[in-house]
């Protein structure tokens, strides 16, 4: 018996002294005290040093994209730091590229705010913020794609440009342990800013699509943050050439009531792939951007068109659609949604047809 | 047991009883950071460092913690967790006094914590009943053998960067064979002293 309560006692004795010693030096020897991270030359924030940039930046209400959480796996958190951030780590390497480096380029989430420092992040991130939101709309546009409306209730404004995203939180649910967030294009008008819209597709097993599909129903409330991205309308006079597969139709959406609703008069096709008939959605809204917008023609093209659809339109992948109807103009600008396969072969079918690499914009899913 | 001499425990461990090439311990990191001869320099001080540290550590907790109340036993789980702590302090105090010392040499402590040379020097010490002089001798030797090896494999994989290596042996496949050649190789210094 007093050999238990001699081992218990010493082990017990050499683990509380490591804790002790440890939690001292965190206390004293990882107190980096405070530090001011001066932003883009301007903002300046004083935060607690010894976490990461990332964290720091986050818990001052600074969303840099983050797709891991700060594990150092995604490389979606980099953003420059021209002083007090250190030599560049070797758990960064592999995210950067030699021009990332010259350019001062990190990952947040790698470096540590020990020092003063001096960063730049893209503008539009002062913009992104994070929202509380109830949902007002939920509504199946086809078997697998749902609608959703968020109206915001925190009393913030959301400000974007049309094609932008926000990442949707999902909160634990049965099924899901932890807290998970993905991106989705916003398919609202940008003039309205107490709400938003989503279109959002099945994914077998997805963990936000679950979410959505399975437990999120009218009433209930949601958190996003956002705006995000460098997928927008461009401020120009080209003809505009959209190109979409499934809920990739989101910012398209958004990009035509930009046009709609600020009288925007440039010449527009969108090209929407579907498989079947039942798989298109949208289509009131798409005869609608037709009668107000002279100059815009909507070609959905199916796939798969079942014989009992009877189905009129085009044939084949949106690239066959494209192949047919789209003539090639110098004055062209391309705005592609829609899975990597399907921009890629696209892209490269515009640039047979003579637009230039720089004046094709997409927003590519994983 | 003779006592034997700490410096020939000190050369014994650098080149007859190898830690990576004759006890194949530590053979983790030594494969994924030996792609450069800086950083596999900046681990194998690091890990010489932390050795050196751990065994001074652990000999004192078992000599005379361990052993008068015959808890000889429970040196595994105790060895264990004065090195993972030990790893954590050192890695604090040099990530904030010594900077420099933090981006090459730091960002590898945590890498160390789970390298088995450490446990195993801990291990052996106490196998082979070293004197308190013994066992440091034995630690930093082993350290720098440990360096010794990783450094040499480093050299040898930054010109393989060169050769025309199969697909299926490329990265840990062909570092495993040249390490067997390395083993091979050091085979030739038996000769000279030999501990066990």
Known sequence: MTNIWITVAVI????????????LADAFIADYGERRIKINKEKELVVEGGSTLLSSLVSNQLFIPSACGGKGSCGYCKCKVNSGGGPVLATELSYLSESDIKNNVRLSCQVKVKEDMEIEVPEELFNVKQFKAAVEISKDVTPKIKF?????????????????????????????QEEVYRAYSLASYTGNLSFIDLVI???????????????????????????????????????????????????????????????????????FGARTIDDLFMLEEMSMFERELPNFKFIPTLSKPQP???????????????????????????????????????????KKKGIPEDKIYYDKFD | MPEINPFVIFFAAIFTSNMILSNFLGMCSFIAVSKEIKTSLGLGQAVTFVLTGTTVINYLIYHYLLVPFSLEYLRFIVFIITIAAFVQLVEMIVER???????????????????????????????????????????????????????????????????????????????????????????????????Q
């Open chain 1, 201 to 271: 597709g099945y994914v077998e097993g997805g963990l936000l699509t679950t979410y959505v599909h399975k437990h999120l129903s009218v009433g209930d409330n949601v958190a996003f943050n956002g705006p995000y991205g460098d997928f927008y309308l461009q401020d120009t006079d080209a003809e505009v050439v959209l190109v979409a597969v499934g809920t990739g139709m989101a910012p398209i959406l958004s990009i035509l009531y930009e046009l709609k609703n600020k009288g925007i008069n440039r010449k527009a096709t969108f090209f």
């Open chain 1, 12 to 23: 017990t004795g050499i683990a509380t002294v490591l804790a002790l010693l440890l939690t």
């Open chain 1, 148 to 176: 959703l409306r968020l109206k915001i209730t925190d009393g913030q404004e959301i400000k974007f440009k049309a094609g932008q995203y926000i990442q949707l939180i999902a909160p634990p649910y049965p099924g899901n």
């Open chain 2, 97 to 195: 006094y010594l900077p420099n010392l933090y981006y090459s040499l730091g960002i590898f402590l945590p890498l160390i914590t789970v390298n088995c040379a450490i446990l195993g020097v801990s291990l052996f010490m106490v196998i082979r009943s070293y004197s308190f002089v013994q066992s440091i001798a034995f630690g930093i030797g082993s350290g720098l053998g440990w360096t010794l090896a990783i450094v040499a494999m480093a050299g040898i994989r930054q010109k393989l960067k060169k050769a025309p290596i199969p697909k299926g042996l490329q990265g840990p496949g062909i570092t495993l064979i040249i390490t067997g050649l390395m083993a091979l190789a050091f085979i030739g210094f038996s000769g000279i002293v030999r501990i």
């Open chain 1, 308 to 350: 009992e659809d009877n189905w009129q339109g085009e044939v084949g992948r949106v690239t066959d659609a494209m192949q047919k109807h789209l003539k090639a103009d110098s004055n062209q600008e391309a705005y592609l949604c829609g899975s990597a396969p399907m921009i890629n072969s696209t892209v490269e079918m515009l």
